[in-house]
C-alpha cells in the first residue's frame, strides 16, 4: 500500500487562505469517507484538525476545513495565521482494517 | 482530560525486539480504539496497526504482518507494541493514541526506539 500523495510544500501570506491536496486511489481516499488531518508542529506528537473528510474536533478553529473529491481530499486554511505554520499529514482508511498516511505538506506563513 | 503516557526511549540491537507501552492516565480506554504510528526522522507518519480493547481483536497494516504485535490489557487501561526482527529502518518515533475508529484524538508523548549495532 503506497502513501497518499500530497505536495511536498504550501505558503500564504497572513490572511489569506491555502489549500492542500491529498491524493489517493479509489482503494482509499475515493473508497471512503474517513480521511482525516493532523498538524504537526517541530519536535511536537500530530494533532487532529479534521476528521471523517469534513468534520472539525472540538477546539480547532473553523478556519481550518475539508473536503473529498473523487480520489483527492483537500484541506483548506482561511485566515492563515503565524501559528498555523506547521507540517500536515492526511490519513485516510485503505480497507481491509488499515490507514495509510500522506506524504506530508510543510506550510510556511510568509 | 485522559492522557497517554508510554514508556521511556530505547536503543536495540538488530535481530532483537522491543517492546512499548502505553497507559491512559485520568481515564480508560472503554470502547476506543488504540492505534500504534510510527514516524522515522524527517519522514511521514506511518499507521501500523491497532486495537480495540474491550474487544482484544488487533488489525494489523501488511506492512508489519508478522513481526507486529500489539496488545491491551482492559484492567489496567495499558496496551503494548512488540516489534521483532528489529533492522536500522524501524529507528523512529513511536506513537500510540487513542480515538474513536476513524482518527486519532489523543496522542501519547512518542518513544524514541534507535536500532543500532
Known amino acids: 500500500q503506497s502513501a497518499l500523495t500530497q505536495p511536498p510544500s504550501a505558503s500564504g501570506s497572513p490572511g489569506q487562505s491555502v489549500t492542500i491536496s491529498c491524493t489517493g486511489t479509489?482503494?482509499?481516499?475515493?473508497?471512503?469517507?474517513?480521511v482525516s488531518w493532523y498538524q504537526q508542529h517541530p519536535g511536537k506528537a500530530p494533532k487532529v484538525m479534521i476528521y471523517d473528510v469534513t468534520k472539525r474536533p472540538s477546539g480547532v478553529p473553523d478556519r481550518f476545513s475539508g473536503s473529498k473529491s473523487g480520489n483527492t481530499a483537500s484541506l483548506t486554511v482561511s485566515g492563515l495565521q503565524a501559528e498555523d505554520e506547521a507540517d500536515y499529514f492526511c490519513c485516510s482508511y485503505a480497507g481491509n482494517n488499515y490507514y495509510v498516511f500522506g506524504t506530508g505538506t510543510k506550510v510556511t506563513v510568509l | 482530560q485522559v492522557q497517554l503516557v508510554q514508556s521511556g526511549a530505547e536503543v536495540k540491537k538488530p535481530g532483537s525486539s522491543v517492546r512499548v507501552s502505553c497507559r491512559a492516565s485520568?481515564?480508560?480506554?472503554?470502547?476506543?480504539?488504540v492505534t500504534w504510528v510510527r514516524q522515522a526522522p524527517g519522514q511521514a507518519p506511518e499507521w501500523m496497526g491497532r486495537?480495540?480493547?474491550?474487544?482484544?481483536?488487533?488489525n494489523y497494516a501488511p506492512k508489519f504482518q508478522g513481526r507486529l504485535t500489539i496488545t491491551a490489557d482492559k484492567s489496567t487501561s495499558a496496551a503494548y507494541m512488540e516489534l521483532s526482527s528489529l533492522t536500522s529502518q524501524d529507528t523512529a518515533v513511536y506513537y500510540c493514541?487513542?480515538?474513536?475508529?476513524?482518527?486519532?484524538?489523543?496522542w501519547g508523548q512518542g518513544t524514541l526506539v534507535t536500532v543500532s549495532s
Open positions: 485520568g481515564g480508560t480506554f472503554t470502547t476506543s480504539t
Open positions: 479509489s482503494s482509499d481516499v475515493g473508497g471512503y469517507n474517513y
Open positions: 493514541t487513542r480515538g474513536s475508529g476513524t482518527y486519532s484524538a489523543i
Open positions: 486495537i480495540i480493547p474491550v474487544l482484544g481483536i488487533p
